[in-house]
T-cell receptor, first 113, second 114 residues
């Protein structure tokens, strides 16, 4: 079983739609959670951190359920420019260790006219 | 541009050849990571440096792979006797020493082994 699991998609949605991505993680010691965005043939870029209380950044809302080990990302009013792959990322923060990022396979979003 | 830089951006090589990639992190970042990404997958951790010390290596890093960060600034990743399965995007990331600080990625080196 992969440490971070995501539906690879693709999700094809019209402009203006609301779309939600889900992610589950298996390591209960995971402490920090992120969504990264990756455009085709580019490097991943941090979209937003995910906090237990849930957090919002403009049209993007992230939620975390530690009990279910589940993370979500909601995109409202989708734009053509939102077309990308969205990577769910977790990390374990321990002093002296790498705090390496563990990525899901990513969910591809295609927003159409 | 003060972001993470990587060189070369693309490398095509024949099976059995050695290749070396370079990463220049953001200047004040003392932590440096290498990841590998194959088509349709998320990046996978390879190795981690804190300053010049290599503190963690993934099982993915076979004995054909070696990484260095000699002065705690730039890093190199060498692959010896390349195999077709080594074809991937090799990503470098850096961050500062803050507990929850963000990792910033470079543009990657895309390796194709023929």
């Amino acid at each position: 079983r992969k440490e971070v699991e995501q539906d690879p998609g693709p999700f094809n949605v019209p402009e203006g739609a609301t779309v939600a991505f889900n992610c589950t993680y298996s390591n209960s010691a995971s402490q920090s959670f992120f969504w990264y965005r990756q455009d085709c043939r580019k490097e991943p870029k941090l979209l937003m951190s995910v906090y237990s209380s849930g957090n919002e950044d403009g049209r993007f809302t992230a939620q975390l359920n530690r009990a279910s080990q589940y993370i979500s990302l909601l995109i409202r009013d989708s734009k053509l420019s939102d077309s990308a792959t969205y990577l769910c990322v977790v990390t374990v923060l321990n002093t002296g260790t790498a705090s390496k990022l563990t990525f899901g396979t990513g969910t591809r979003l295609q927003v159409t006219l | 541009d003060t972001g993470v830089s990587q060189d070369p951006r693309h490398k095509i090589t024949k099976r059995g050849q050695n290749v070396t990639f370079r990463c220049d992190p953001i200047s004040e970042h003392n932590r440096l990571y290498w990841y590998r990404q194959t088509l349709g997958q998320g990046p996978e951790f390879l190795t981690y440096f804190q300053n010049e010390a290599q503190l963690e290596k993934s099982r993915l890093l076979s004995d054909r792979f070696s990484a260095e960060r000699p002065k705690g600034s730039f890093s190199t990743l060498e692959i010896q006797r390349t195999e077709q399965g080594d074809s991937a995007m090799y990503l470098c990331a850096s961050r500062d020493s803050g507990g929850r600080s963000t990792q910033y990625f470079g543009p990657g080196t895309r390796l194709t082994v023929l």
